[in-house]
């Protein structure tokens, strides 16, 4: 795609399909690499929600989750918590967590179009981790993000991000989002 794309208006399907796996590539790239959280709330709509359930729960239409940031002024908020309370403002002394490099292995993708017009988008996913203080990587969580997408502005955006995770306990702590 060369240019600036104008999403806002009728695209083309395919054009549609790369911008949504663009737009997870992105969010990928984001929370695999710690220094990068505040660009995470950038990657969703105004009217936005980010869920991690576990896939119990989601099949049986229960509304508990492990996370349910149900607006962008909580995605924000997470954001917050991360760097001012979990980071300590960046003094190691006084962290919450050790540092951790959380490593996201994706796929494959899929990308649907709903008959209202969202764009909905799919993938396998599995989390590791590697914590400073060890040298073996863990494997934090096993899932299945879906997505939907939304195209009223000039770039793609998450209107809602649902993160199923396949276990009901995670392996360790989680601070950034999967």
Do not use: C
């Amino acid at each position: 795609m060369g240019g600036q794309m104008v999403l806002a208006g009728r695209v083309d399907l395919a054009e549609r399909r790369q911008a949504a796996l663009d737009l997870l590539t992105k969010y990928i790239r984001v929370v695999d690499d710690p220094r990068r959280i505040e660009e995470w709330p950038a990657l969703f709509s105004d009217a936005a929600e980010y869920i991690v359930i576990t896939r119990e729960n989601h099949e049986r239409d229960l509304p508990i989750a492990v996370i349910r940031d149900d607006s962008k002024d909580r995605i924000v908020d997470r954001v917050t918590i991360i760097r001012e309370f979990w980071g300590a403002g960046g003094r190691a002394v006084d962290r919450h967590y050790n540092d951790a490099w959380p490593r996201h292995i994706v796929g494959p993708v899929w990308v649907e179009f709903g008959e209202s017009g969202e764009t909905l988008v799919g993938a396998n996913f599995a989390v590791y981790q590697t914590v400073q203080v060890d040298v073996t990587p863990r494997l934090l969580a096993v899932g299945e993000y879906r997505d939907v997408v939304e195209f009223s502005s000039a770039t793609p955006k998450f209107k809602s991000k649902k993160v199923i995770l396949d276990t009901s306990v995670l392996q360790d702590v989680f601070v950034y989002p999967l």
